[in-house]
């Protein structure tokens, strides 16, 4: 809204400015100080004392509608005084309609779904920029968003409108006053220049800057370091296209640039026509007061209107009317003469009348396809007008969509005149406005129409939201003596049973076989006893396929109901990635990768246990090994998870003593962190606490009377709920350093758990050098959630850190009994090799995903502490005999 | 501590006067000023020029002003009119001990 001499202008006295006198100085100060108590003053005020304000001073302004447009003319020799009443009365009223009842004061928003309140705080002191030409309806609608935003003004008019923008200032400040405002709350500087705008621009207690303004008002006002608003010249384009409204077209298109004699930058500056409407639409134009220039006037005009060495439009023509500015390059036309219709052949320099004309005079191109419309459209919109506006008549939506997505405009104004439709709130939904914000096109920090929310700093209260848990677990679980049988309530075509040489050996598959529906069709897929690779999953899926199993159903340890798992996934879900599915991820809610829920076959997955310590039968875990990249992959969903889980002690009742007690152990191991989990919910704490008890009581007499059906009933029990609290709490550190030198060491995971297991209940009790983040918890509960276990178990102690010891003792104890070495010494390992291994060990367990719900970050340094712990072994409290778990 | 010896309860009405007649007493005192704002629920232009000539006084005597009891609104109004940190604010209720944080808040001093 500026024009092209005054951008020059203000560019290059804003990048030198001149010296300003000691008074001028003095004056600019005392501008500056009054805004500022005023601001500060304002921040008491309410909603109901700013409404009442923000009222009053828009009647004033409406009131002097015309005794300011009046004034505007006469000072500038711009545009038209009765559209420029229109302008004044819109920029009070409509801006009034669309503010009246926002709350701008206090809480201005509220969120309950979200937790989330939103808060107003006034910005302060504001330098506004007011351009030359609208500079009455400006100064009253930014007058109305101050108040409306307990802001103070300084106003910038234009140095060759400062007079009527100081009325207009004088009489919205008069009104607010008069109702209550502060003293001071708005100021307009008299006799402007442009450094006095580069000294206020730069000036500290000045808040943010508010340039409505050409291309040099915004550089400036972006390069004074201050939070800037600025908006900037548009060229607007505007396509005609062939199936929009004629008529009604060329009239808007007639109201929009004649509109204050086409000043207002989002008026029409190229129209481009398709070629089928061409000539009708020039018709229509001369019909209506047009004049469509002939190639010689063409020519005439661009010499006339455009300046050759600048390419900017002449500011002589600025703002006239269509009939003075041929009366002033000798064209001869009808008196009356609305507007000048130039035909141009391009976009660009060599088309001088391309670019933006705020003046009755129109380019209009011919083109050949939609195509084409569309590439001359964007030539404009690169033509000096980037992120303002754009206008387009069809009604084809295609079209219409085609155009919102190529063009870069702020505004994409649709059969409907562009220079009102842009100000918003007369021909559309946008919100009213006098400044366009133009997007990092147009070097603006927003495209939105600048209002009442673009003077707050809006502060958002986010109060602490009850994050969502979840416990998720198979739909059906069987267990006791002979759960097996229930294996005869599921219909099956064909069923494939997974599971080992060994446990074919031993019998267990014929009796799962046993219990399979006789008109079943049963198959069974031997697989290695050890974790699966890749290369045993796909061969198992092809057996699937062969099979076209409706049924499948996983007998043995962890490694085979792992195998199974992921044989079912790519049964089901061909397409899916292992590797990509085995993407680290923080949140389960919200990770990246997401499982496949294809289910081609509709397949049921039966898991059968035959160790009582993974719970793999429950989990939605399973481990791959690959070994060509010589690693392992873990996936993690509860996609995974068995449908069915059957839980039968007879399975079990002939596992070796030692194995008892690994898998015993890591089964305590599951429920302990479980239990002091980030994840920890009442769900599963109450499985982690019932698994907690169920071992130390259960364990030990498994392990000593392997034949005891009581004890290898529980403990298989215990192993399942304890999978299922931490299938939902995840596990902890201690899983991340025994995965750690288990591996390195070749030792089995049970046992690899049990040497950390009393440091890690130490550590976790202790004050964390480092809080784990956690929207689940509040503070740190991890001591008292072991003092809880230790209450359970019976072991007495009259504090938390009493029973914390005690629970370390019992546990110490336990391990003794199992006969599990206590210290990784003991394993043979030497103390350099260990010492060697020890870095590498800390970096693979910070890398291992179990320790993300551990209830205190562990550090570096405090991982190869605890590797060192488990080194030495014992050396943790050891309390006499009072501290026996009560195992009977 | 040194004892107060001038203590001015402030009323909304008739603030600005009773300021002023604060600055004079101030410019007769010995060591302290103590000002009560419990009263006042809100300050406009005026109240802050004559909050601004106590401030002027008290600097030119080195004497300390304490404002006491200001509520959270007007003395946000001070610390953005950066007339704060030229002031002791106590508290108005318990006798606890006042501290010498310019600009910030204190406990209530011992009268």
């Known amino acids: ?491 099956s075509q064909s069923t494939v049973i997974i599971s080992t040489p060994l446990l074919e050996h031993m019998g267990h598959v014929d009796i799962v076989r046993r219990y399979i529906s006789p008109q079943t069709h049963v198959h069974v897929l031997f697989i290695p006893d050890a974790e699966p690779e890749i290369s045993v999953v796909l061969s198992g899926v092809e057996a699937l396929n062969a099979y076209n199993a409706d049924q499948i159903v996983a007998l043995g340890g962890g490694s085979v109901i792992d195998a199974a798992k992921i044989m079912k996934l790519k049964y089901e879900s061909p397409q899916a990635d292992l590797e990509e599915l085995a993407a680290p991820f923080l949140d389960l809610r919200k990770r990246v990768v997401q499982y496949p829920t294809g289910k081609n076959h509709g397949a049921r997955l039966i898991a059968i246990s035959t160790t009582s310590g993974t719970g793999s039968e429950v989990t939605p875990f399973a481990v791959l090994t690959d070994k060509k990249q010589g690693r392992k992959v873990t996936l993690a969903d509860y996609s995974l998870n068995p449908d069915v889980a059957i839980v039968d002690p007879q399975f079990v009742m002939s596992m070796p003593k030692k194995l008892t007690a690994d898998t015993g152990i890591d089964c305590l191991t599951h429920a302990l962190e479980a239990g002091v989990s980030n994840y920890a919910s009442p769900y599963t704490d109450s499985n982690a606490m019932q698994a907690i008890r169920l071992v130390f009581k259960y364990l030990p007499v498994a392990f000593e009377d392997p034949r005891n059906e009581e004890a290898r009933t529980m403990m298989h029990n215990a192993a399942c709920i304890a999978a299922m609290a931490f299938s939902n709490a995840s596990v902890g550190v201690n899983h991340a350093l025994a995965h750690a030198f288990g591996a390195r060491f070749n030792l089995a995971h049970g046992r690899a758990n049990a040497l950390m297991l009393p440091h890690v209940i130490a550590y976790n009790a202790a004050v964390p050098a480092k809080f784990m983040p956690s929207p689940y918890q509040r503070g740190y509960l991890a001591h008292k959630k072991y003092a809880t276990m230790a209450d359970l178990l019976g072991l007495g102690g009259q504090t938390v850190e009493e029973k914390v010891k005690r629970l370390i003792a019992a546990t110490e104890q336990l391990l003794d009994r199992l006969e599990i070495p206590r210290s990784i010494a003991e394993l043979g390992i030497s103390r350099e090799e260990f010492e060697r291994a020890v870095p590498e060990l800390a970096k693979i367990a910070f890398d291992d995903p179990s320790w993300r719900s551990n209830p205190r970050m562990p550090l570096m340094s405090e991982l190869e502490e605890l590797l060192w712990k488990a080194y030495e072994g014992r050396g943790l409290a050891k309390p006499a005999g009072e501290a026996r778990a009560q195992t009977t | 501590m040194a004892m107060i010896n001038v203590w001015l309860n402030m009323e909304e009405k008739g603030i600005v006067h009773a300021l002023r007649e604060a600055a004079e007493k101030l410019a007769g005192a010995e060591d302290e000023l103590i000002v009560d704002f419990a009263a006042v629920r809100r300050i406009d232009q005026n109240v802050l020029r004559a909050i601004e000539g106590l401030a002027g006084i008290a600097d030119q005597k080195s004497l300390k002003v304490m404002l006491r009891g200001v509520n959270v609104d007007v003395y946000k109004v001070l610390k953005l009119v950066k007339l704060a940190p030229r002031f002791t604010f106590v508290n108005s209720d318990g006798d606890g001990r006042a501290t010498n944080r310019e600009g910030s808040h204190a406990e209530s001093p011992t009268r």
């Open chain 1, 1 to 491: 809204m500026e024009t092209s001499d005054l951008v020059d202008q203000r560019a290059r006295a804003l990048s030198a400015p001149e010296t300003l006198s000691e008074e001028r100085i003095a004056y600019l100060e005392s501008l500056v100080s009054q805004a500022k108590v005023a601001a500060a003053v304002f921040t008491q005020f309410n909603q109901e004392d700013v409404d009442r304000i923000v009222k009053a001073i828009v009647l004033a302004g409406l009131e002097q509608a015309q005794h300011l447009a009046r004034l505007a003319v006469e000072e500038t020799k711009l545009g038209v005084m009765e559209d420029k009443v229109i302008k004044n009365m819109v920029a009070t009223e409509f801006a009034y309609d669309y503010v009246k009842d926002k709350r701008t004061v206090g809480i201005i928003r509220e969120y309950p779904e979200r937790n989330l309140v939103e808060v107003a705080e006034p910005i302060g002191v504001i330098f506004s920029v007011v351009p030359i030409t609208n500079p009455t309806s400006t100064v009253l609608f930014k007058c109305i968003m101050a108040i409306k935003t307990r802001n103070a003004v300084i106003f910038g008019p234009h140095p060759k409108a400062w007079r009527c923008g100081f009325e207009a200032v004088k009489i919205m400040y008069e009104a607010a006053v008069k109702h209550g405002a502060p003293e001071g709350v708005f100021t307009c500087l008299e006799s402007p220049t442009i450094p006095d705008n580069a000294y206020l621009m730069k000036h500290r207690d000045v808040s943010l800057i508010d340039a409505t303004g050409g291309r040099g008002a915004v550089k400036a006002a972006y390069s004074s370091g201050k939070p800037a608003l600025g908006v900037g010249p548009g060229n607007t384009p505007v396509y005609l296209e062939k199936t929009a409204d004629l008529n009604a077209s060329i009239v808007d298109i007639l109201i929009s640039k004649t509109f204050d004699n086409g000043t207002i930058c989002a008026s029409e500056q190229t129209l481009v026509i398709d070629d089928e409407i061409y000539d009708a639409a020039l018709k229509k134009f001369s019909g209506l007061g047009a004049h469509v220039c002939n190639e010689r006037e063409t020519k005439l005009l661009e010499r006339s209107v455009i300046d050759p060495q600048t390419g900017c439009m002449q500011p002589m023509a600025v703002g006239q009317k269509a009939s003075d500015i041929a009366s002033f390059i000798g064209l001869s036309v009808e008196p009356n003469t609305k507007l000048l219709v130039a035909p141009i052949q391009g976009v660009g320099r060599e088309h001088p009348l391309s670019v933006e004309k705020l003046f009755p005079v129109l380019a209009v191109y011919r083109a050949k396809s939609a195509e084409e419309a569309l590439k001359v459209c964007l030539d404009v919109n690169h033509a000096g007008g980037l992120g303002h506006t754009a206008v387009i008549f069809s009604r084809n939506d295609e079209i219409i969509r085609k155009f919102a997505e190529v063009i870069n405009a702020g505004r994409i104004i649709v059969n409907s005149p562009g220079a009102i439709g842009a100000l918003g709130a007369v021909y559309n939904d946008l919100v009213p406005t006098f400044s366009f914000g133009c997007g990092t096109g147009g070097g603006n920090s927003t495209t939105d129409n600048v209002n009442v929310y673009h003077y707050l700093n809006i502060k958002r209260v986010a109060r602490r939201t009850q994050a969502h848990m979840w416990f998720r677990v198979p739909n059906q679980i069987y267990f006791n003596m002979n759960a097996v049988e229930n294996l005869r309530q599921f219909p």
